[in-house]
Every structure is written in C-alpha cells, then in structure tokens.
T-cell receptor, first 110, second 114 residues
Framework: SQQGEEDPQALSIQEGENATMNCSYKTSINNLQWYRQNSGRGLVHLILIRSNEREKHSGRLRVTLDTSKKSSSLLITASRAADTASYFC??????????FGRGTSLIVHP | SQTIHQWPATLVQPVGSPLSLECTVEGTSNPNLYWYRQAAGRGLQLLFYSVGIGQISSEVPQNLSASRPQDRQFILSSKKLLLSDSGFYLCASEALAGEVGEQYFGPGTRLTVT
C-alpha cells in the first residue's frame, strides 16, 4: 500500500512555536499532498509536491519530500491558535487517486 | 474555484433503514468525483469514484452503492444500513484546473446508525 502514515499522531504547542509533522509511505509515488481538516469539517488542500521536487513553500507552510527515504514533512512556522486542526498527507501513485493517512492532530495553545 | 455541496449535514438513522446522501458540484464541468468515509480519529477510506455520468468504481465491497445521474451530482445510497456504516461521509471533486489528484472537499455528512 502507498498509504502515508503521519507522525506524531498528536502535537501540542504554544502559539508562536513551529510545528513539524512527518509522513512516511511505502511505495513510489507521483505526488504527495497535505490537507487540513478542522473538527467536523471537510478537508482543505494545502500544498502538493511532485515526486521530482524536494521542497515547496506556501505562506507559513514548508513541505519537503525525500523520495529516497519515502518521507515528507510539513512545517508550520510561527503557529497560531487558528492552525489548530488535523493534518493529513495523501500519496498518489499511477492512478493519481490519493490515499490518505490517519492524520496528525495539532493543538496550538494561545 | 469549485464549491462542493453536501446534504444533509447530520443524519441519524435506524439499522435496516435506507440511505441517500447527495453531493453536487459548482464551478466545474465533467469532474472526477469521490465518496470517502472517515471513522472517528481515522483517515479517509475511499468508497467510490466516478470519472463521468453513469461510471462508478467501487473500492470497498459493502452494502453501499453510488450513482452519478448528472455530470455534477453524485449520490451515495444504501438499501439497509448497518451499525458499521456510521461515520463521517465526505464528497470530493478533483481540481481539474490544478494538479492531478488535488481535490476539493464538501463539508461532510455525519451519519449515526442506531
């Protein structure tokens, strides 16, 4: 399975700190995506990184991809209470249909 | 950008009753559409996807079915609900103007089978 697995399962930090979440997967991929889900809501797409890319930025988000280690990380800098949510990685292979991990629950304390 | 509508937002149904969840999409044409189920504290399980009207692919054998009667309408159904069908159901549409695989999600339907 190319399902991504996020680590840690839960993360609790103070406002202003950086939050780092990791995603590991087992088979080769075409791209990897990160999504955010507020409690009881749908998912929101954050960023997509292709297999031939190593790093992408979007605002306070930084995503890295290491295909040799089959892993990715999502860094949120200068976190805010509003960043409290669950974060999911989703990997896509030949079919480009994303397979989602179980997510990291992030709590940012004001 | 696309807007995904889902209804109802919450639903409580007894075991053995039928189910119909509807999803409609605005802002795009001929999208790839997806139904996912999310158990509490878990990731998303892909149930069905559709690449066009009347074209449905099932990923998980179960007592659920899906139909796509119109280009931007995707329906999830069951003739008889089981307790195990409880969960959070999400409809998604592929962002055809974006990268392949990038998806827009609806707000979800919380289904409780009692």
């Amino acid at each position: 399975s190319q399902q991504g697995e996020e680590d840690p399962q839960a993360l609790s930090i103070q406002e202003g700190e950086n939050a780092t979440m990791n995603c590991s997967y087992k088979t080769s991929i075409n791209n990897l995506q990160w999504y955010r889900q507020n409690s009881g809501r749908g998912l929101v797409h954050l960023i997509l990184i292709r297999s031939n890319e190593r790093e992408k930025h979007s605002g306070r988000l930084r995503v890295t991809l290491d295909t040799s280690k089959k892993s990715s990380s999502l860094l949120i800098t200068a976190s805010r209470a509003a960043d409290t949510a669950s974060y999911f990685c989703a990997t896509s292979g030949g079919s480009y249909i994303p397979t989602f991990g179980r997510g990291t629950s992030l709590i940012v304390h004001p | 950008s696309q807007t995904i509508h889902q209804w109802p937002a919450t639903l409580v149904q007894p075991v053995g009753s039928p189910l119909s969840l509807e999803c409609t999409v605005e802002g795009t044409s001929n999208p790839n559409l997806y139904w996912y189920r999310q158990a509490a504290g878990r990731g998303l399980q892909l149930l069905f996807y559709s690449v066009g009207i009347g074209q449905i692919s099932s990923e998980v054998p179960q007592n659920l079915s899906a139909s796509r009667p119109q280009d931007r309408q995707f329906i999830l159904s069951s003739k008889k609900l089981l307790l195990s069908d409880s969960g959070f159901y999400l409809c998604a549409s592929e962002a055809l103007a974006g990268e392949v695989g990038e998806q827009y999600f609806g707000p979800g339907t919380r289904l409780t089978v009692t």
